[in-house]
C-alpha cells in the first residue's frame, strides 16, 4: 500500500515518464503542442487521459454545465460515430451518463480502454503509454474531422 504522498509522487512519476515517452515518438516528436486535449475550441469539449488501479481510457469528454448542450453534443457525435471510431477494431464504449469521481460532476464520455493494468505496477506503465498514444493518436484526429460541425451544431 501506498501513502498519499507516495501515491501523489507515483502519478508524477508516470505522467513525466510519458511526457519523455511522447517527445520520442515519431508521431509527436515534431509538434509544437504534444495533445489536443482541453484545447478544442469547443467549450465543455475535452480529450483527456484516465488511469486508475483498473484500466487506463482515452476519453472524449463532454462535460458543459448545460445538459441541453451536452446532451445535443453526444447525440450529433452519435450520428458521426462511424467517423469517430475510425480505427478502433472494438469500436468505443459510449457513455450517456457518468458521474465524474473526482468532482461529481456529471459527464458524457466517448471512450477507449485499456482493461487489467494497474498504474501502481511501474512494469504495466509501457503498455499505457503505448495504449495512450495509439488511441489518442487515432481519437484526436478523428474527433478533428468533425469538431467543426460540432462547433457549428452548439451554436445554432
Same mark, same amino acid.
Given at each position: *500500500?501506498?501513502?498519499?504522498?507516495?501515491?501523489?509522487?507515483?502519478? !508524477?512519476?508516470?505522467?513525466?515518464?510519458?511526457?519523455?515517452?511522447?517527445? =520520442?515518438?515519431?508521431?509527436?516528436?515534431?509538434?509544437?503542442?504534444?495533445?489536443?486535449?482541453?484545447?478544442?475550441?469547443?467549450?465543455?469539449?475535452?480529450?483527456?487521459?484516465? =488511469?486508475?488501479?483498473k484500466d487506463a481510457k482515452v476519453i472524449l469528454e463532454l462535460s458543459n454545465r448545460s445538459e441541453n448542450l451536452r446532451l445535443k453534443a453526444f447525440e450529433f457525435l452519435e450520428r458521426y460515430k462511424v467517423i469517430l471510431e475510425?480505427?478502433?477494431?472494438?469500436? !468505443?464504449?459510449?457513455?450517456?451518463?457518468?458521474?465524474?469521481?473526482?468532482?461529481?460532476?456529471?459527464?458524457?464520455?466517448?471512450?477507449?480502454?485499456?482493461?487489467? =493494468?494497474?498504474?501502481?505496477?511501474?512494469?504495466?506503465?509501457?503498455?499505457?503509454?503505448?495504449?495512450?498514444?495509439?488511441? *489518442?493518436?487515432?481519437?484526436?484526429?478523428?474527433? *478533428?474531422?468533425?469538431?467543426?460541425?460540432?462547433?457549428?451544431?452548439?451554436?445554432?
Amino acid at each position: *500500500m501506498y501513502s498519499k504522498d507516495e501515491i501523489k509522487k507515483l502519478r !508524477l512519476t508516470f505522467w513525466e515518464l510519458f511526457g519523455k515517452r511522447c517527445e =520520442v515518438h515519431p508521431a509527436l516528436q515534431y509538434r509544437k503542442r504534444k495533445w489536443v486535449l482541453h484545447r478544442t475550441k469547443i467549450k465543455g469539449v475535452a480529450l483527456r487521459f484516465d =488511469v486508475s488501479r483498473k484500466d487506463a481510457k482515452v476519453i472524449l469528454e463532454l462535460s458543459n454545465r448545460s445538459e441541453n448542450l451536452r446532451l445535443k453534443a453526444f447525440e450529433f457525435l452519435e450520428r458521426y460515430k462511424v467517423i469517430l471510431e475510425e480505427g478502433f477494431e472494438e469500436g !468505443l464504449i459510449w457513455e450517456f451518463f457518468h458521474e465524474r469521481e473526482d468532482s461529481g460532476k456529471e459527464i458524457c464520455r466517448i471512450y477507449a480502454q485499456l482493461p487489467n =493494468v494497474d498504474f501502481h505496477r511501474q512494469n504495466q506503465w509501457p503498455d499505457i503509454f503505448n495504449f495512450y498514444i495509439e488511441n *489518442m493518436l487515432k481519437l484526436e484526429s478523428n474527433f *478533428m474531422a468533425i469538431r467543426d460541425l460540432l462547433q457549428e451544431e452548439l451554436k445554432g
